[in-house]
């Protein structure tokens, strides 16, 4: 399966954004994603997930503010991110696995996205 993400881009402090991630294939509804990010110089880290049944999973620092949520029917998977914080920066990607579970960890993945890039300013 092919992911790609949209949706990145410039915000100030307290604005949002929506990410989306198109999947290609016929069985999407069977897989659990996630999103992950990655800022310079730190390592990738785990954002949120969401099972194929819709059980959702969030990182301690997004709860609240961040919202995972998919849509079968168009094999896409979205993160809609409110009260940005400059410390949101970093580029996004969207992951997928074959698997009836929730995952939090990337070596889980099996596809990743290309990334996109989110810049809060303060």
């Known amino acids: 399966v092919q992911l790609v993400e949209s949706g990145g881009g410039l915000v100030q402090a307290g604005g949002s954004l929506r990410l989306s991630c198109a999947a290609s294939?016929?069985?999407?509804?069977?897989?659990?994603m996630g999103w992950f990010r990655q800022s310079p110089g730190k390592e990738r880290e785990f954002v949120a997930a969401?099972?194929?049944?819709?059980?959702?999973y969030y990182a301690d620092f997004v709860k609240g503010r961040f919202t995972i949520s998919r849509d079968n029917a168009k094999n896409s998977v979205y993160l809609q991110m409110n009260s940005l914080k400059p410390e949101d920066t970093a580029v996004y990607s969207c992951?997928?696995?074959?698997?009836?579970?929730?995952?939090?960890?990337?070596?889980?993945?099996?596809?990743w996205g290309q990334g996109t890039q989110v810049t809060v300013s303060s």
């Open positions: 969401i099972s194929w049944s819709g059980v959702r």
């Open positions: 294939g016929r069985t999407f509804s069977s897989y659990a």
């Open positions: 992951a997928g696995v074959l698997a009836s579970g929730i995952y939090l960890r990337g070596r889980e993945y099996d596809y």
